[in-house]
């Protein structure tokens, strides 16, 4: 029989959405289950997940959970996702609520006790299940107390005698900070709450306890793993991670095919492939009319598909905007996030009507028909754990600009054009004016149609495929088993 794995996840495609993490903790499953292993999924049963409409079903399992001085009961319902079980730990006190993590107008104050509940009563069911796993693969700071939990309330439990725990964080800028007053929520042994344990600067650090807790750390690309250990991205971890840079990982997210695909993009006007791609511009006129650019077809069009966050790079977006609109090309923006972002880039589009299109929006079609339609994908970030959309638009035949860091980094190489090779563009300092260098580079390049063919054609020829970076895990979860020995 195959490794047995049990993924954790605060969120999880197709049961509930906001970010990457569920995107990955929806198609990791799959992937590792078609190279043979034994996976389950679990999560919270949130609001979002009743009310999709999936089968999900009570079971006759339920466990009580000490939070603090209160002892909660925790039902087990169940349901599947392509033939995967998945574990689903409702309390509607905590999870049957609007949003996930919180409301825009800041975290749910009992965040702390709902993530506590869920990690502790997500043990007690497979203690009592007595379901035992070679692998508990945890995810960011939600999930950061189960390997705390292991090594201390469940350590001589029989269940969990040969399990490894793995951590993988998606984005070391949030970490489940809370008072250390309120360690006693935990349940955990005092002596976990030191500067060695879970303890950080007066107060309780969820990531931190996954990250010193865990037999194995993973990351989403090999240079964030590097990036991590720096002050600059550390977010203050750098030490910690220091520490523990035998056992840290870096490991590409991969990209779902069956999603973002221009062979079969039901959502975009027409299909192309890299050996025919007329489909593209009927996808870049569609896109065209979509935002009311009054753009010859022959202009190359800059997206940008994004939260609109700094994290994003939308600081120096903002300032090299009016450089950019300079340059004879369209530009169309689709993100939500800040709100003064959204007002600037609002107020930038009444500016330049019919080249810069903006729409403030969450909207999975329109995503799909700008890396169909867009010639050139943006993507300045400051930081980028891994980043999805440039393995997206490499797929669609448009061409990432983007910041050399984390996953931008290692996804796109630099165009060269003696020899033909790489898929992109990329520049290093964090600057509005490195940013329109590039941007400038890559209209040249357009201009020059063979040279332009050939990079596109470099792009869409990657294979960024779940199957390989599940086959990364794997191997990391070999090593996680004999760190655990
Ligand atoms: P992050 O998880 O940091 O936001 P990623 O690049 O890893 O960034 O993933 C972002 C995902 O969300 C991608 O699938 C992208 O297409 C999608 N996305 C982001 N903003 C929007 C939007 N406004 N409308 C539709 N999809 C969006």
């Known amino acids: 029989m195959g490794m047995r794995v049990m993924i954790v996840s605060s969120e999880a495609v197709p049961f509930a959405k906001t970010g990457g993490l569920a995107d990955v903790a929806g198609s990791l499953p799959k ?6 292993c034994d996976v389950a999924l679990a999560m919270p049963l949130y609001r979002q997940a009743v009310e999709g409409g999936f089968d999900i079903e009570a079971t006759d399992v339920e466990v009580t959970v000490n939070i603090g001085l209160h002892k909660i009961r925790v039902p087990l319902f169940m349901g599947t996702v392509d ?3 998945v574990y689903f730990v409702k309390q509607d006190e905590y999870f049957d609520r609007g949003c996930l993590y919180g409301t825009p107008d800041g975290d749910y104050f009992d965040n702390l006790e709902r993530f506590t509940l869920f990690s502790r009563g997500l043990l007690e069911i497979l203690s009592k299940l007595k379901a035992s796993y070679d692998i508990i693969h945890c995810n960011d700071w939600q999930t950061g107390l189960i390997p705390a939990y292991l090594r201390s309330i469940f350590k001589s439990d029989r269940t969990f005698n040969k399990t490894a725990s793995i951590i993988t964080i998606h984005n070391i800028a949030y970490q489940g900070l809370f008072p250390v007053a309120n360690f006693d929520i935990t349940g955990l042994p005092k002596d976990m709450c030191t500067a060695e344990g879970l303890e950080y600067w007066g107060k309780i650090n969820l990531l931190k306890s996954g990250i010193v807790f865990s037999d194995l750390i993973t990351t989403v690309s090999e240079r964030y793993s590097k990036e ?24 590409l997210n991969g990209v779902d095919y069956e999603q973002w695909n221009p062979e079969k993009d039901k959502l975009i006007a027409a299909r192309y492939t890299k050996d025919d791609l007329s489909g593209k511009r009927i996808c870049k006129k569609d896109l065209l009319a979509e935002f009311g650019l009054k753009l010859s077809i022959k202009k190359p069009i800059i997206a940008v598909i994004s939260r609109l966050a700094d994290q994003k790079g939308f600081d120096i977006l903002s300032k090299g905007i009016n450089q950019i609109m300079k340059m004879g090309a369209g530009m ?10 959204h007002q600037l880039f609002n107020k930038l589009a009444g500016k330049y009507p019919g080249k810069l299109g903006v729409k403030i929006a969450y909207d999975n079609t ?8 867009a010639d050139i994908l943006l993507m300045p970030s400051k930081y980028e754990p891994c980043g999805l959309n440039q393995m997206y638009s490499l797929r669609y035949g448009t061409v990432p600009v983007v910041r050399a860091t984390g996953g931008l980094d290692d996804t796109i190489k630099v165009y060269d054009k003696r020899s033909g090779e790489g898929n992109g563009f990329k520049f290093s300092e964090y600057s509005p004016s490195a940013m329109t260098k590039k941007i400038k580079e890559a209209i040249t390049l ?15 020829s990657e294979d960024f495929s779940w199957k390989r970076s599940a086959e990364r895990y794997i191997a990391l979860y070999k090593k996680a088993l004999k760190i655990h020995l």
């Open 332 to 341: 169309v923006v689709l993100g939500t996030g800040e709100r003064r972002y």
């Open 228 to 251: 991590i250990r720096t002050e600059e991205y550390g977010y203050g971890l750098e030490g910690i991670l220091k520490k523990r840079r035998a056992n840290l990982y870096g490991v």
């Open 83 to 85: 033939g995967i079980p």
């Open 446 to 460: 357009y201009r020059d149609e063979e040279s332009w063919a050939r990079v596109m054609k470099n792009g869409m």
């Open 366 to 373: 329109l995503a799909h028909k700008i890396e169909a339609g």
């Open 31 to 36: 992937a590792l289950k078609g190279l043979g």
